[in-house]
């Protein structure tokens, strides 16, 4: 089966800063590649999500890189803010998620500093 | 309500209960997924339903029993539960196949299951 591995578990930033989060894949069929981000005591959200005909996707100050040859993915954020503090999740689907569901990295837990 | 709603949100049960889960969906999707997040451990899928047939069974115990009676609701009946299973329990929609450019699951508030 998939296993997607994450780092940094932990990743502090100064307000302002941009912060890089990683995560690697492993089978090769993985087609969806999203990332959630989970506030404490909250749901997952996506934020942003790549499909593997797609080398990178931007949305305002995230983005997503995908290296298929690599089988590595990664997430930008630019202008660090206060709100972006969080658990941020990676995760990688053979179908988009449809049929295999998600299988999730371990998680890193972004911290602003003011 | 709106989106993925789950009940209860919190459930405190004996090893020897019998208690069930309930997920709603009120987005028209046609697939339903159970989740566990453990404090140590990232989200780990259980179950995945297609248009109410169970597609996957990620090698979950069968004190853990899936239900999908139609594609807006999933539950997840639990019986001689062990304290490691303690966790939060989400469900989770998404509309399969996805429309051009997003898949996305959206997932439900989650129910603190503890087991004493």
């Known amino acids: 089966g998939e296993n997607v591995e994450q780092h940094p578990s932990t990743l502090s930033v100064q307000e302002g800063d941009s912060a890089v989060i990683k995560c690697t894949y492993s089978?090769?069929?993985?087609?969806?590649f999203p990332w959630y981000k989970q506030e404490l005591g909250k749901r997952p959200q996506l934020i942003i999500d790549i499909r593997s005909n797609v080398g990178e996707k931007k949305d305002q100050r995230i983005a997503v890189t995908l290296n298929k040859t690599a089988k590595h993915f990664s997430l930008h954020i630019t202008e660090t803010q206060p709100e972006d503090s969080a658990v941020y999740f990676c995760a990688a689907s053979r179908t988009g998620g449809g049929a295999d569901g998600l299988t999730f990295g371990k998680g890193t837990h972004l911290i602003i500093q003011p | 309500e709106t989106g993925v709603t789950q009940t209860p949100r919190h459930l405190v049960m004996g090893m020897t209960n019998k208690k069930s889960l309930k997920c709603e969906q009120h987005?028209?999707?046609?697939?339903m997924y159970w989740y566990k997040q453990s404090a140590k451990k990232p989200l780990e899928l259980m179950f995945v339903y297609n248009f109410k047939e169970q597609t996957e069974n990620n090698s979950v115990p069968s004190r853990f029993s899936p239900e999908c009676p139609n594609s807006s609701h999933l539950f997840l009946h639990l019986h001689t539960l062990q304290p490691e299973d303690s966790a939060l329990y989400l469900c989770?929609?998404?509309?399969?196949?996805?429309?051009?450019?997003?898949?996305?699951?959206?997932f439900g508030p989650g129910t603190r299951l503890t087991v004493t």
């Open positions: 089978d090769s069929a993985s087609n969806y």
């Open positions: 987005l028209g999707h046609n697939a």
């Open positions: 989770a929609s998404s509309q399969f196949p996805g429309r051009a450019g997003g898949y996305e699951q959206y």
